[in-house]
């Protein structure tokens, strides 16, 4: 039966997705380098910076040398001014500086091993034969099914039980409607109560 072949490739996701590798990252190489870029372009920014503020400063200095009195007051101000900018200019430089240096020592993404690789291939292939199942059986039925395997990924098949009625799994009792919808045209419904998919009809002797 079809839906027995769903049920192992289903099986086979499951312990494949249970080893399989993380879901592979763009190697970061790429994208550390540019953002390193970035960060080098803004250290010789702020260096840059930095050391037009410090000119300013020296050149203040030597003006407060000389000047009057009134105007040593302005000058002191001014050089106050630029020491506050020069201080922050090199705060900022240091940090990122630092963002730089982090990024130089992240090691790069383990590249997956081969038995990771190989359940990677496995999976596409069980993926595929999955969809290629899905195409040949009605969607209802495709769907009740998935719902059984989820909640019971290893038995989600049950039997309806016979004279009492009931689901051989819960012992639910289910409707005579479906029961004889399920012999007549073989049409499987999901037990109401644990939703194992009921796909045969089994006599209880007493
Ligand atoms: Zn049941």
């Keep these: 039966m079809i839906l027995y072949k769903l049920f192992e490739l289903l099986q086979e996701v499951l312990v494949l997705e249970n080893k399989k590798p993380p879901p592979f990252v763009v190697p970061t ?4 380098e540019k953002k390193m870029k970035v960060l080098l372009a803004k250290v010789k ?3 840059a910076e930095l050391n037009l503020e410090l000119s300013i400063l020296k050149n203040k200095e030597e003006n407060l040398k000389f000047a009057s009195q009134k105007l040593k007051e ?5 050089v106050i001014l630029h020491q ?8 900022q430089l240091k940090d990122t500086r630092q963002k730089l240096d982090e990024l130089k020592s992240q090691k790069p993404e383990p590249s997956p091993t081969d038995s990771q690789v190989e359940n990677t ?5 069980l993926q595929a034969e999955i969809q290629k199942i899905k195409t040949l059986i009605p969607h209802d039925l495709f769907n009740n099914f998935k719902l059984a395997f989820e909640l019971h990924p290893s038995n989600p098949f049950t039997a309806a039980l016979k004279p009492s009625n009931t689901c051989s799994s819960c012992s639910f009792r289910l409707t005579l409607e479906e029961i004889s919808l399920l012999i007549s045209e073989d049409k499987y419904f999901n037990c109401p109560a644990c939703k194992r998919l009921v796909v045969k009809v089994e006599e209880v002797l007493d």
């Design 29 to 32: 190489d790429e994208e550390a």
């Design 45 to 47: 920014e702020l260096e």
């Design 74 to 78: 302005t000058i002191k101000r001014e």
């Design 84 to 91: 506050k900018k020069v201080d922050q200019l090199t705060s």
């Design 121 to 125: 291939e496995r999976l596409k292939e």
